[in-house]
């Protein structure tokens, strides 16, 4: 965990009203893709940061654990879901007893953990058959590729939103028993502007800079969004890239 990571614990309660979800498209692929519903599987959501995603595990009638290794985000997260067990935890150790969880899943944290040692942590406590899911909203449009472009040369430390993630080869490396599939789902959402400079906001190297240090460099972005959407109206398009690993079944005879 590095203190980009923690950095969230500042702006937890500005992370959980501007970041955005994520698809029902989204579910309904890993339900497909792990062979069950979600409704009564146990689930360990790693990351889970202040409970976007637990939320909707939730609402698709999982049963959930939320894993949060900073205390501001887990604190927001108990706000938000006081009837979520949280723990506080990263993924590379993972308090649970072997075989504890149908799935374990990262929305958007994945890429914080060392995976040589939160694979080989995600398959012990997966019972057999269980899986290993991990997805990130990646922007996905011309002007939020020309937005990351200007951040990167403005903005210290930036490494953009839904960074790219080589999870095939990461997680064949860490586990090569495992089976992996991949799928990449599009959505948009429409939010004001001041919605998404908020959600602009949120990024890690934003929170880093603290308030002082960010509000001239999300005031030159409120000029150039401007002249995109002079309504005030920002359509924001994503791709989820969606990684399913499945654990072996147990051997049989």
């Known amino acids: 965990m590095t203190d980009f990571a923690l950095s969230f614990d500042a702006i937890a309660a ?3 009203s501007a ?20 409704t009564g599987r146990r689930v360990l959501d ?4 202040t409970g976007i995603a637990t939320r909707q595990l939730l609402d698709r009638g999982a049963r959930v654990i939320a894993v949060e290794p900073g205390p501001g985000m887990g ?16 993924g590379e150790a993972l308090p649970f007893a072997d075989g504890r969880a149908d799935l374990v899943t990262y929305a958007q944290s994945w890429h914080w953990t060392d995976p040589q ?15 290993l899911a991990l997805w990130w909203n990646v922007p996905d449009s011309p002007w939020s590729a020309a937005q990351e472009k200007r951040l990167a040369t403005r903005v210290p430390g930036h490494h953009g939103f839904g960074v790219a993630v080589d999870t095939e080869h990461l997680i064949k490396d860490a586990a090569p028993a495992t089976t992996r599939i991949h799928r990449r789902l599009t959505w948009t959402r429409e939010l004001t ?10 990024r890690s190297y934003f929170a ?11 005031a030159e972005e409120r000029e150039h969004l401007l002249r995109i959407f002079p309504d005030g109206q920002v359509q924001e398009h994503y791709t989820v890239e969606l990684t399913v690993a ?3 079944p147990a051997a049989t005879g």
């Open 117 to 131: 040692r939160s694979v080989p942590e995600a398959l012990r406590v997966l019972r057999p058959g269980g899986a």
């Open 208 to 218: 880093a800079l603290g308030p002082d240090g960010a509000a001239p460099l999300l």
């Open 193 to 202: 502007l001041d919605a998404h400079l908020a959600h602009l906001g949120s």
């Open 19 to 38: 970041r955005p979800g994520y698809p029902a498209e989204l579910f309904t692929t890993v339900e497909e893709l792990t062979g069950a519903p979600l």
């Open 75 to 90: 604190a927001q997260l108990h706000t938000t879901l006081p009837q979520v067990p949280l723990v506080r935890a990263t």
């Open 46 to 49: 790693v990351g889970a940061g």
């Open 14 to 16: 500005q992370y959980a």
């Open 246 to 248: 499945l654990k072996p």
